[in-house]
């Protein structure tokens, strides 16, 4: 009876047993499908996060932009606000008040501003005609001439005429922002710097902006054209309320034709006009280029000009800083110099770093090394004082550049129709863009003595002489 009666309870204790070692595995179960759904949303959570981080890395490359001559593609493409603020940074220097000074003191003060005006809307449409070509093609103003003047022409022409005239302006400019640093430190706090550490400093902030390419560039020229703006009309009315009317009302004997005046403005930006493309690859269509070509460099333009007439006139100083400074404002006078010249010297180095890829054929993501070595070289040779005994030698490749214009302009244009698809390199030399570049500069600098006319004489050339060696670029016929 006892045995029979403990059954019973065994049956219920194993089948509790049973129900509890059920639980458990169910359990346990839940357990491990939660632990793998835990695991694989971490390691999705990883991979979005790694995904992320490179994604900021290619952001972040595409800021400091590593290629020179390859085609932008589009979602590297800026609007056309962005890229006039920078054309704009490009005409805000001190050779700019240079050529208002030069107009005024050769011309009654409206004929001056009239021929210098005329002068800068050559320059607009100049730039619109080889800007257009960047943003078709995608490449800078060196890559573009590969099919006027072949790859080997582009090469050890082009690129190398190009980098000698903006490493050598950029040295220039460099002394001149160095030089007036120096003083204006020295007239506020008697602080002497030595010239070449002011040149050396200042240089290497201006060079590092342009290393890290057209992101900075933009961003640098955003801030400082409207603050230098502020600047140059505070500095214009001081020069009235201290000096005066009265020197707008002295007569000018007229020295240069108003034609002359018309061909000195548009020489002052001749080598800027020809690599326009430099920039505007970076352009989304035609239309923005014209938009930040004209925005950017007309008004700004024509206004650093009126300002350099009318100073010259009232107060005999063309340079707005150094009015500024004569006033007894040395900070806004030093802040002045130093911004105007930032913003067009570092686009000076930047050209001059695409064309040092293509000279010594450089890989395409050398691009910033290139450049530190344009604007260290431009330093060196400002602290070595090689640049002011070859100033001269730098005006005078106006004359060398400018048919390189012409050129690229017939090619592209005239026998290619201005299409894209037409754009062939020509591997080797180009013969027939070589010898018209070459009689455009000679005749340009013997004949006419005229530097633009070289963009003229080189485009008529070189139409004549593809009528017997047919360009690439000419419909129906494609690169042998």
Not at 324 to 348: C, E, K, Q
Request: hydrophobic share 45%; charged share 15%; glycine share 10%.
């Amino acid at each position: 009876m006892k045995q029979q009666g403990q059954q019973p309870f065994l049956c219920m204790r194993i089948k509790n047993m049973r129900c509890f070692f059920l639980r458990a595995q169910s359990q346990m179960n839940e357990n491990m499908i939660t632990y793998r759904k835990t695991k694989k949303g971490i390691r999705q959570k990883r991979a979005m996060e790694k995904e992320t981080i490179t994604k900021d890395k290619k952001i972040k490359e595409n800021q400091k932009e590593t290629t020179a001559l390859q085609v932008i593609p589009a979602e590297q493409r800026k609007d056309w606000v962005s890229l006039a603020f920078v054309q704009a940074g490009i005409c805000v220097c001190v050779p700019a008040f240079l050529l208002g000074a030069m107009l005024a003191e050769a011309m009654p003060i409206w004929p001056a501003i009239i021929s210098g005006s005329l002068g800068y809307l050559v320059v607009v449409i100049g730039m619109v005609i080889t800007g257009m070509m960047g943003c078709d093609l995608g490449v800078p103003s060196c890559t573009a001439c590969e099919a006027g003047f072949g790859k080997k022409g582009a090469r050890f022409i082009v690129s190398i005429i190009f980098a000698v005239n903006l490493i050598g302006w950029f040295g220039i400019q460099n002394g001149v922002c160095g030089e007036a640093f120096t003083n204006g430190l020295q007239a506020m706090t008697g602080i002497h710097v030595p010239v070449v550490v002011s040149n050396t400093v200042w240089g290497l902030i201006m060079l590092l902006t342009a290393v890290y390419g057209m992101s900075a560039l933009e961003k640098l020229d955003k801030i400082s054209i409207p603050l230098l703006m502020i600047i140059m009309l505070f500095g214009l009315y001081l020069a009235f309320k201290i000096y005066g009317r009265q020197g707008l009302e002295t007569e000018t004997v007229q020295t240069m034709s108003f034609m002359s005046g018309v061909a000195l403005s548009f020489n002052f930006t001749a080598v800027g006009t020809i690599n326009a493309a430099d920039y505007t690859r970076f352009q989304k269509s035609r239309k923005d280029t014209v938009k930040s070509v004209f925005y950017g460099v007309f008004p700004m333009g024509v206004i650093t000009l009126i300002m350099g007439i009318l100073l010259t006139k009232i107060s005999g100083e063309y340079d707005i800083s150094m009015v500024l400074i004569n006033v007894g404002l040395p900070l806004f006078g030093i802040a002045a110099m130093i911004i105007s010249t930032w913003t067009t010297n570092s686009t000076n180095a930047y050209s001059g770093g695409l064309n040092i890829v293509m000279a010594f054929k450089l890989k395409d993501n050398k691009r910033r090394e290139a450049t530190l070595v344009a604007g260290i070289l431009g330093i060196v040779l400002c602290n070595l004082g090689v640049l002011s005994h070859i100033e001269g030698v730098l005006s005078l490749l106006s004359y060398v550049v400018c048919p390189i214009g012409g050129v690229i302009i017939a090619d592209y244009w005239i026998v290619g129709k201005g299409k894209k698809e037409n754009f062939r390199p020509v591997d080797g030399v180009n013969w027939c863009g070589v010898i018209s570049w070459f009689i455009g500069a000679l005749c340009a600098y013997f004949l006419v003595k005229v530097e633009f006319s070289g963009i003229i004489i080189g485009g008529i050339v070189y139409l004549i002489l593809e009528k017997f060696m047919p360009s690439t670029s000419r419909d129906g016929i494609c690169e042998q």
